[in-house]
């Protein structure tokens, strides 16, 4: 990931593609994505959860994004490991916290804590506080009932997953955003193959983009079935 550090407080940084103009929107998540994009209409901290690929990091970043010179800050949980609880203290002046995966720190009391004191610091008419879990708040085996209860507290959206026609719709998308151009016949046989998860076949695009393909008019199917190693 690229840092952007004038956005960011920290090394942690944002894919340059996670915006709202990348993100594929299925009817199901069509509110929470129009409520996403006008962040002043937040007021209490937000928690969306939903299964993995499903779209959750995309959205938090693209809200970093979109809060730009205002301060924003995003921080994974899955990567607690290399970092100390105390990253969270100190930010409650930025205009967009974002914290991803809080299922993360279920059984670790120190992160637990740490999340708590997040929430209760916050001040909702100045900071958005969103953050993401795989499940909702009374799924996960949290040692603190004190953040159970806070993260029950906070307005909850279910983040629904992609069709498999929509996770087609979201590669084609992502290609024509990126300059690639992929006949039908082309991403027929690239979804055929690849695994029906939307983070696999952007995973296949980026190595496509990063090919020397990539300055070709129009890429063949021989030219993809080489890069891919099909």
């Not at 709202?20 to 901290?45: H, T």
């Not at 809200?63 to 105390?86: I, K, N, T, V």
């Not at 307005?155 to 992502?174: D, K, M, W």
């Not at 690849?194 to 995973?203: C, F, G, I, Q």
Request: glycine share 8%; charged share 25%; aromatic share 6%.
């Amino acid at each position: 990931m690229l840092p952007h550090e004038s956005q960011l407080p920290l090394a942690v940084g944002l894919e340059d593609e996670a915006t709202f103009a990348n993100f594929l929107v299925s009817l199901e998540n069509l509110q929470l994505v129009d409520w996403l994009r006008e962040p002043g209409r937040i007021d209490s901290p937000v928690l969306i959860w939903g299964p993995p690929a499903s779209g959750r990091t995309h959205l938090l970043q693209a809200c970093c994004h979109l809060a730009g010179s205002g301060g924003a800050f995003y921080l994974p949980l899955d990567l607690r490991g290399q970092m100390h609880p105390e990253i969270l203290e100190g930010i409650g002046g930025l205009s967009m916290i974002c914290i991803d995966d809080v299922q993360f720190a279920a059984g670790d009391a120190d992160w637990e804590r740490a999340l708590v004191r997040l929430i209760n610091t916050v001040n909702p008419g100045n900071t958005r506080l969103l953050l993401s879990a795989s499940a909702t708040a009374g799924n996960i085996s949290w040692q603190l009932a004190d953040l159970r209860s806070r993260l029950q507290q906070a307005l909850v959206f279910r983040l629904h997953p992609l069709s498999e026609t929509g996770i087609r719709e979201a590669f084609e998308l992502r290609a024509r955003n990126r300059g690639l151009r992929l006949t039908d016949s082309v991403i027929d046989y690239i979804c055929i193959r690849a695994e029906r998860r939307l983070d696999a076949l952007m995973d296949i695009l980026q190595r496509l983009d990063e090919s020397e393909i990539r300055r070709q008019h129009r890429i063949t199917i021989p030219q993809a079935k080489r890069v891919l190693g099909w």
